[in-house]
Every structure is written in C-alpha cells, then in structure tokens.
C-alpha cells in the first residue's frame, strides 16, 4: 500500500545558506542506507523536504530499519499516493487510507491538505472541510480534533496525490560528512562506542583507534572491537581503524613507573598516540567515552592529567552521563551485547590495586620524565607497526 | 610451528570422516524415514554406525541412541533416567568433578525437587569407592559419574564403582560420561553394569553435532525431544546421517590398534610431565603414578604468578594452541568446580592450562611446548600484579 516515503529533518532546516550542503549530504546519507536494502528507490528533494519514491516492491520494515540510522532525519512519514482523479476519487481513497492504516476507529482527527499544485481547483480549506465531512459520516467512532488530533492527516496535492499520518521518529542529529571528522579511542567497553554514535550523530565522521596488548589482551577481544566499530560504522558511515601494538609500551610503563601511576601515564600514552595519528588522518579533535567519576582514571584530577598531553581538543559526549544512561543508548544502539561479552581483558595485572584518584601532574610527569627517551621511539615502533583495518 | 595441544576440546576430523560426510551430504543425502531408495541409501549409513558402535562396546545395536552431542547425550541421560525412575525414589548421586553437561541438569533436578549426593574427590581427582558405597540408598535411581575428567584427566575406577551400585541398589540407574575416554580404553558398558553411557563425536576426530548415547534395552528413557518418533521415540528429529556416518568411521579408526595409540599418548604425557616439572612453581594437577592410573591425554598445569589467559596467548604467540581450564566454561569468568574439588588453592585455581593431545601429535611438538614454557613464564613472571 505504501509507494513512498517523506523525510522530515530538523536542524539542518535553519542552516542559512548552507542549507543546501546539508541537504545534499543528508540525501547523499539515505541512498547509502537504501543501497542497503533491496529494491529500487529515487531520493529527491524539492521545497524544503525529501521524498523517497520505492520503484520495485520492497519490505518496508527494512527500508525504515536502514533509515533509522541515518543522522539529520527526524522523522520517516510511509506515503500512499494515488492518482488525481477528482473529489470524489479521493475521497474513496482517504476512507480505504483511514480504514487501513486504522484498525481501531475510536480516534481523532484533523484533515491537513496542502496544495503544492497551486491550480488545483479546490482551496485546501475546502478539501479539509469536505474529506473530514466525509470521513465523520464513514466511521462514526471518529471525531475531529484541530488542535490535538491523534491523527493528523496530511493530504498533499502534488502530480499525483500523497495521503499520509504516520511519522516514525529518526534518529536526530546532523548528516555525516557535513562536520568533519574526528578519532575515537575505541576500547571493547560500553561506553567508548557510545561516545562515537554521538559525536556521529552530529555529523562528523569517524576515525578509530584501538590499542591491542597481546598476550594480556586476546584476539578476541580485537574480534568484538572490530565488531563494535562495525556496529557504529552503521550510522556513522565507514571507519577506518587503527590497531596499534601496545604491549611493549605497557611493560615499560609498568616496568619502571610507580604501579599506582601505571592507568594514568598508560592513558597519557594512548593520548600521544592517538592524536599524532588523528593529525596524519586530518581529524579535527579525540573522542573518548569518559564519564566523570566513573572509575579511577576519569576524576576530574586524573581528565586534567590525561587531557594535558594533548593539543587537538577532546570530545567527552558522555562526561555528565550516569552508566545507565549510557548502558541505555548502547542498548538501542546495538554494541551493548556486544561489549558485554566477557574477553575485554585479561591485562588486569597492569591495573594497580590501589591506584592514585586525585593525580599529581608534577609527579605524573616526573616518573613520566625517566623514561621519556626509550618511550619515543617504542611510540615510533608502534606507529609504523600498526595495523590498519576499513571497517563498514 | 603451529601445534594443537587442545584435542580435548576437539579434535580435527580424520580424512576418512570428511570423505564420508560429503558423500552423505552430497550423494546419499536421502531422509532415513523416507520410504523410498533414496531414504533407504541414507539409512544405511545410520545402521552402519549403529554397528560399530555395538560392535566397539559389545551391546546390541539397538541400544545406541545418536544425539545431537555430549551435552544432549548427558542432558537425556540425567534427566531422561531420572524421570523414567521417578516412582523408584528420587535420590541422586554424581561427582563434585562433572562436566556442566551433567552437572546443570542435576542441579535442575535438585531444585526440582530430588535429593543429591555430590561425591567428593582427593586431591588427585578421584572418588572413594567407600564414600559411594555408603552414599547408595534404597531410593537412589541414577549415579552418575565422570569417567575420564575433561580438566584434569583423572580416571575413575567405573567397573568397581558399577558393582557396589548394583549390589546395594539394583533398580538404580548407572550413567557414565565416556565423553573423555571412548577412542582412548575399550569400554563394555553392559559387560560391566553400566545403564547409560555417553560419547562425542568430535572428540575422537569425529564431526562437531553429533554424539551418542548408549541405553541399556531394559532401560525406558523418557525422551527430551518429542516429534516423529524417530530412533525408538527416545530421540525424535530426522537423523543427523552426515554427523552419525562421521561419527561411526571415526570410532572405528581410532579404536585400530588402540593400545599403541594408547602408549604414544602416554609418551607424549610423560615427555610433557618430565619438561615441565624442571620449571619452579608448576603443579601438576590430578597426577598420580603410575601414569596409568590417569588418562594418556590430559595435563592439567598450574603455573605459580601467571594468570592462564595470559600464558595461553602467550603459547598461542608461539604457535601453540591450549586451554585454559576447561574449553566449554572458558567463556565465563567462573572458577573451576573441578580444581576447586581436588583442592587447588586460590591463588592457583586462575593459574591453570590445560594440555591434551591426539595420536597426531609428536614427541618433537611435545619438546617445543615444553621449551616455550620455558622461555615464556620467567617473562610474564616478571610482570606479576602487585
């Protein structure tokens, strides 16, 4: 029944004159998506909305599924369009609509026509008052709502007809590629692919960074990292990932620095790293998945130590979320059963038992200071060792 | 050198078993319950393995019932016995050293209702026949026990246990889990007293999805799986023919000259053993001499100050695949209930790989773990959690 549907986007409606940037990028997003699916469809754009018109048959479950990942759509309205065949033709059409898409009939209402064809011969107040007239003597458990109607039914006269109530929220946010990109610290975690999903959401493009440590991490736990990135790469486009060997920089650390410093200066290190390769890739700032307070590395003292190293700026998205906030995003997002999975580590011997809370930086970077020449060039090592995967 | 100190966990198919599956996959694919040739051709492979198997443990081929594997040969086995005994009386008994396969359907039971014994074990993994013997009641209907354990590899005395059964309680069930040790001694279930015994395919170089379950004829086992009545209506469902074909042909490969598999093995174990006892701070768990009192195929070490994932990934750097504890619970973050029973203390109970092997392997892949053990735990040693 269903023959198209209406996009509707938000924010990207008051860019200015780049308006047209992000209303490119956003169709550029849908066909990606719809490339997805089976079937054919046609995406374009005319007076300030998007229109996909579905060619072939098609499973519109799927179709909404794929559209739900895209960033900078509000809202998917499924379109039944029929031909123009005169008042009293559509007046069949909209009772069939209503009787269709309505099973329980005790709601109410409001016609809202819409002439997009300015010459067609009756005013759009005109068609509301008829079709609503008509619809009340069809089903007498209707009743008619104008300021608060459960369904809000838009008749729009175009070429053909398009009939259609329903909206189906998006996800929100900006079109990726309308932002530039950024590079996320990727761990096997809840939180890190979480943080990714919302930078995404508004619109950047996505780096990742994931540091491996075998024997004391397995090949499994790289396994759900690629998963997971595979997963963020559905709403955020294709990633490329950047599996950096962490092992000898680890032991170093642990072999010479005071063991309560070890989470600290090891995440100092995967700062460094992270950011040198963020510039070689163009990207514009790092993301982490940190949470104030969360655990000993993320106190406002220890962010304060781990945020110095670095030049680009950081993007915390999560910084002021609760876990079960951000449990709940990963849930609907799809990583969470994913970063559950119990491989993450078996590096525990590189987390002191008591580590420092409150960070001293000038200690931090004094201990840092006794192995700051043998650290360079196993950073060398490790950035020219690097394995690089294309995640989508 | 890529070596595969894993096979308790599985083993890789025998060329034979490959070429046997394909031509039941692809040639003689027909439906055994089709009454047509085709069905007929499909079939034929099924009772073909029936055979071997009977053959293999002298009963009669109607008494083995193919499954979908170990943890459904034992599921059936435990729960399907204790429900055809249910009116007998309802007390069980099994071992602190079970396979999860066994050990969750009995607990299942437990909260169902019924009561259970948990035979303990000494440090060496094995039960006291005497704590059997005054464990069997009046109302005990099924005793179920390991043979050969998947962790450790300690060998329980089957026929002595499977006599003090019988005498003190002739209507109880007797089930063993052979998971461990078919393809590794000859095994007469009902020469010996045994009701119910279980295997798995990919065990002995069978295909993974396919095990078997030996039911004494007297025995009427309720079925876990109901449907079209296929394999007597213990077991319903279109019969797996690629998985019992394999099954078959492996089980009669690996029982040729059994006994020199059985020797090569325990060279391989005593190389092994010797190695690594030159080691500081290693355990050897479940050990007891002679040799032969434990099975051919298992070593269970601990090694002081490293955690077993890390030694694992560590040996896997090298090339060299093991487990670390037990394959099937590897998975979860939970401690051995085996290691705990044989009293292994805390701080080992984390510390702990196992090595099993196949006829494939060879004195000179023993050697080369053995010299990686050597150069890999003094380094990961030296990083020890404070």
């Keep these: ?392 | 050198m890529e070596v595969y100190l894993d096979n308790s966990s599985t083993t890789r198919c025998y060329p034979e078993v490959k070429e046997i599956v394909i031509k039941t996959m692809t040639e003689d694919y027909g439906n055994p319950s089709s009454m047509h040739k085709k069905g007929m051709d499909g079939e034929k492979y099924v009772k073909r393995s029936k055979e071997i198997l009977a053959s293999l443990l002298k009963v009669k081929e109607k008494e083995i019932i193919f499954t979908s594997g170990g943890t459904e040969s034992n599921n059936l086995a435990v729960i399907g016995g204790a429900e055809a005994r249910k009116r007998a009386g309802n007390h069980i008994i099994t071992t602190k050293i079970e396979h999860p396969a066994v050990r969750e359907p009995v607990n299942y039971l437990e909260a169902r209702g019924l009561f259970v014994t948990y035979l303990s074990v000494d440090k060496r993994g094995r039960i006291s026949l005497k704590e059997l013997e005054e464990a069997v009641r009046e109302d005990t209907i099924l005793v179920s026990i390991i043979h050969v354990n998947n962790e450790i590899g300690s060998l329980q005395p089957i026929e002595e246990a499977a006599s003090i059964i019988k005498e003190k309680n002739k209507n109880s069930l007797f089930h063993v889990d052979a998971i461990q040790s078919f393809g590794k001694y000859p095994i007469y279930p009902k020469k010996i007293g045994i009701d119910l015994l279980s295997i798995s395919g990919h065990k002995f170089h069978g295909p993974k999805g396919i095990g078997a379950l030996y039911v004494h004829e007297k025995v009427n086992l309720s079925p876990l799986i109901f449907g079209g009545g296929q394999q007597q209506g213990i077991r319903s469902g279109t019969e797996n023919v690629p998985g019992a074909a394999g099954l078959g042909e492996a089980a009669k490969i690996i029982y040729e000259n059994l006994e020199e598999k059985r020797e090569h093995l325990y060279s391989l174990k005593k190389k092994l053993i010797r190695g690594l006892e030159e080691i500081q701070g290693i355990v050897i768990n479940g050990f007891m001499a002679p040799i032969t009192n434990t099975a051919p195929h298992i070593v269970s070490v601990s090694v002081e100050g490293v955690k077993s994932e890390v030694l694992l990934h560590a040996l896997e750097e090298k090339g060299i695949y093991v487990s670390a504890g037990s394959a099937c619970s590897s998975n979860k973050k939970r401690t051995s209930e085996t290691l705990k029973a044989i009293g292994l203390s805390q701080k080992l109970l984390d510390a702990t790989i196992r090595f099993s092997f196949s006829e494939e392997n060879t004195l000179e892949e023993v050697g080369y773990a053995v010299k990686c053990m050597k150069e890999v735990i003094p380094v990961l040693r030296k990083y020890v959690g404070r």
Excluded at chain 1, 241 to 246: A, E
């Design chain 1, 1 to 392: 029944m269903f023959k198209a549907f209406l996009i509707k986007y938000g924010e990207i409606g008051i860019k200015g004159k780049n308006r047209y940037l992000f209303e490119d990028a956003l169709v550029n997003q849908i066909r990606l998506a719809l490339d997805r699916v089976k079937g054919e469809y046609e995406v374009s754009k005319s007076q300030g909305r998007i229109y996909i018109e579905c060619l072939e048959e098609f499973d519109i479950d799927d179709v909404v599924e794929e559209l739900k990942t895209v960033f900078g759509i509000v809202g998917i309205c499924p379109v039944v369009h029929v031909e123009d065949k005169g008042m009293e033709q559509l007046t069949k059409d909209v009772i069939q609509y209503i009787d269709n898409v309505y099973k329980d009939k005790r709601k109410t209402f409001k016609v809202n026509a819409r002439r997009a064809r300015k010459n067609y011969p009756i005013s759009s107040m005109e068609v509301n008052k008829e079709l609503g007239g008509k619809l009340l003597e069809a089903f007498p458990d209707l009743s008619v709502d104008v300021h608060n109607p459960d369904i809000f039914l838009t008749i729009e006269i175009r070429e053909k007809i398009y009939i259609y109530s329903k909206v189906i929220p998006g996800p929100g946010g900006m079109p990726v590629g309308t932002s530039g990109k950024a590079m996320l610290l990727l761990s096997g975690g809840i939180d890190s692919p979480v943080a990714g999903y919302m930078i995404a959401k508004r619109g950047v493009a996505i780096e990742g960074v994931y540091f491996h440590a075998p024997p004391y991490t397995s090949e499994r736990a790289k396994e759900k990292v690629v998963e997971l990135a595979k997963i963020v790469a559905k709403f955020s486009g294709p990633i490329r990932l950047h599996i950096i060997h962490f092992t000898n920089i680890q032991l170093s650390i642990y072999e010479k620095c005071p063991h309560d410093e070890l989470t600290i200066i090891m995440r100092r290190y995967m700062m460094r790293i992270g950011e040198k390769i963020a510039k070689e890739r163009g990207c514009l700032g790092l993301i982490t998945g940190e949470s104030i307070g969360q655990v000993a590395s993320q106190t406002m003292q220890s962010l304060r130590a781990t945020n110095e190293v670095c030049e680009l700026p950081v993007y915390r998205p999560l910084i002021g979320f609760d876990k079960q906030e951000i449990v709940e995003i990963s849930e609907k997002i799809g990583t969470y059963e994913v970063s559950i999975q119990p491989f993450e580590d078996c590096c525990t011997i590189f987390v002191a038992k008591h580590p420092v809370t409150k960070p001293n930086v000038n200690r931090i970077r004094h201990s840092e200071g006794k192995i700051r020449e043998e650290m360079e060039e196993l950073v060398e090592i490790a950035l020219h060792t690097k394995e690089v995967l294309e995640i989508s």
